[in-house]
Protein backbone atom coordinates (compact mmCIF):
# COMPACT_ATOMS: atom_id res chain seq x y z
CA UNK A 1 0.00 0.00 0.00
CA UNK A 2 2.78 2.67 1.54
CA UNK A 3 4.94 2.36 -2.57
CA UNK A 4 1.37 3.56 -4.19
CA UNK A 5 1.34 6.58 -2.34
CA UNK A 6 2.46 9.74 -3.45
CA UNK A 7 5.72 10.51 -2.04
CA UNK A 8 5.02 13.41 0.55
CA UNK A 9 2.87 11.25 1.68
CA UNK A 10 4.96 8.95 2.67
CA UNK A 11 7.38 11.53 3.60
CA UNK A 12 4.77 12.12 6.51
CA UNK A 13 4.12 8.93 7.36
CA UNK A 14 7.77 8.10 7.75
CA UNK A 15 8.24 11.39 10.10
CA UNK A 16 5.68 10.63 12.26
CA UNK A 17 7.06 6.85 13.08
CA UNK A 18 10.49 8.40 13.04
CA UNK A 19 9.61 10.99 15.65
CA UNK A 20 7.46 8.39 18.11
CA UNK A 21 10.95 6.72 17.85
CA UNK A 22 13.01 9.74 19.00
CA UNK A 23 10.61 10.73 21.78
CA UNK A 24 11.20 6.84 22.77
CA UNK A 25 15.26 8.14 22.46
CA UNK A 26 14.66 11.26 24.88
CA UNK A 27 12.44 9.65 27.34
CA UNK A 28 15.22 6.56 27.72
CA UNK A 29 18.04 9.29 27.76
CA UNK A 30 15.85 11.71 30.22
CA UNK A 31 15.61 8.71 33.19
CA UNK A 32 19.20 7.66 33.18
CA UNK A 33 19.83 11.85 34.25
CA UNK A 34 22.82 11.73 32.27
CA UNK A 35 22.22 14.54 29.90
CA UNK A 36 25.57 15.47 28.66
CA UNK A 37 24.71 19.39 27.96
CA UNK A 38 27.06 21.13 25.68
CA UNK A 39 26.66 25.08 24.80
CA UNK A 40 26.29 25.53 21.36
CA UNK A 41 26.39 29.69 22.20
CA UNK A 42 25.08 32.18 24.79
CA UNK A 43 22.02 30.67 26.32
CA UNK A 44 22.23 27.79 23.45
CA UNK A 45 22.52 24.68 25.11
CA UNK A 46 22.22 21.02 23.82
CA UNK A 47 21.72 17.87 25.23
CA UNK A 48 22.48 14.05 24.16
CA UNK A 49 18.68 14.07 23.96
CA UNK A 50 18.26 16.66 21.51
CA UNK A 51 21.21 15.14 19.37
CA UNK A 52 20.51 11.78 19.74
CA UNK A 53 16.17 12.64 18.08
CA UNK A 54 17.69 14.65 15.59
CA UNK A 55 19.94 11.81 14.10
CA UNK A 56 17.60 8.90 14.65
CA UNK A 57 14.78 11.15 12.67
CA UNK A 58 17.85 12.20 10.18
CA UNK A 59 19.06 8.75 9.32
CA UNK A 60 15.58 7.25 9.49
CA UNK A 61 14.55 9.78 6.62
CA UNK A 62 16.90 9.93 4.65
CA UNK A 63 17.72 5.83 4.25
CA UNK A 64 14.27 6.33 2.84
CA UNK A 65 14.13 9.48 1.22
CA UNK A 66 17.70 9.61 -0.15
CA UNK A 67 16.78 12.53 -2.75
CA UNK A 68 14.72 14.42 -0.22
CA UNK A 69 17.21 17.40 1.54
CA UNK A 70 16.69 16.78 4.96
CA UNK A 71 18.32 19.72 7.77
CA UNK A 72 18.36 19.84 11.52
CA UNK A 73 18.71 22.43 13.82
CA UNK A 74 21.66 20.33 15.89
CA UNK A 75 23.92 20.52 12.86
CA UNK A 76 22.60 18.69 9.33
CA UNK A 77 25.83 16.32 8.87
CA UNK A 78 24.86 12.61 8.54
CA UNK A 79 26.16 10.62 11.52
CA UNK A 80 26.60 6.23 12.81
CA UNK A 81 23.46 5.75 14.50
CA UNK A 82 22.14 2.79 17.01
CA UNK A 83 20.33 0.22 14.59
CA UNK A 84 17.87 0.29 16.89
CA UNK A 85 17.30 3.59 16.26
CA UNK A 86 16.70 3.69 12.65
CA UNK A 87 12.90 3.09 12.03
CA UNK A 88 11.26 1.99 8.54
CA UNK A 89 8.08 1.66 8.66
CA UNK A 90 5.03 4.16 8.03
CA UNK A 91 2.13 5.43 10.24
CA UNK A 92 -0.42 3.66 8.73
CA UNK A 93 -2.86 6.14 9.38
CA UNK A 94 -0.87 8.93 7.54
CA UNK A 95 -1.04 6.69 4.90
CA UNK A 96 -5.06 6.70 4.50
CA UNK A 97 -4.94 10.68 4.26
CA UNK A 98 -5.32 11.99 0.78
CA UNK A 99 -3.34 14.44 -0.21
CA UNK A 100 -4.71 17.79 -2.43
CA UNK A 101 -4.28 17.21 -6.15
CA UNK A 102 -1.54 19.92 -6.66
CA UNK A 103 0.72 17.65 -4.05
CA UNK A 104 -0.01 14.47 -5.24
CA UNK A 105 3.44 14.48 -7.48
CA UNK A 106 6.03 16.53 -5.76
CA UNK A 107 9.42 15.93 -6.61
CA UNK A 108 12.06 14.68 -3.99
CA UNK A 109 14.04 18.45 -5.39
CA UNK A 110 11.32 20.46 -3.62
CA UNK A 111 10.98 19.25 -0.45
CA UNK A 112 13.34 20.22 2.55
CA UNK A 113 12.79 18.91 6.08
CA UNK A 114 13.25 20.35 8.71
CA UNK A 115 14.05 18.61 12.09
CA UNK A 116 14.23 20.24 15.29
CA UNK A 117 14.51 18.06 18.56
CA UNK A 118 12.64 19.75 21.59
CA UNK A 119 13.34 17.47 24.80
Request: glycine residues 4%; charged residues 25%.
Amino acid sequence: MAQCQPLLTRLIASSVTAATQAGKIIREILNKGELNIVEKGKNDLQTEADRSAQNCIIESLSRQFPDVTIIGEEGSSRCEVSPDWIVTEMDQEVLKIELPKHLENVSPKDICVWVDPLD
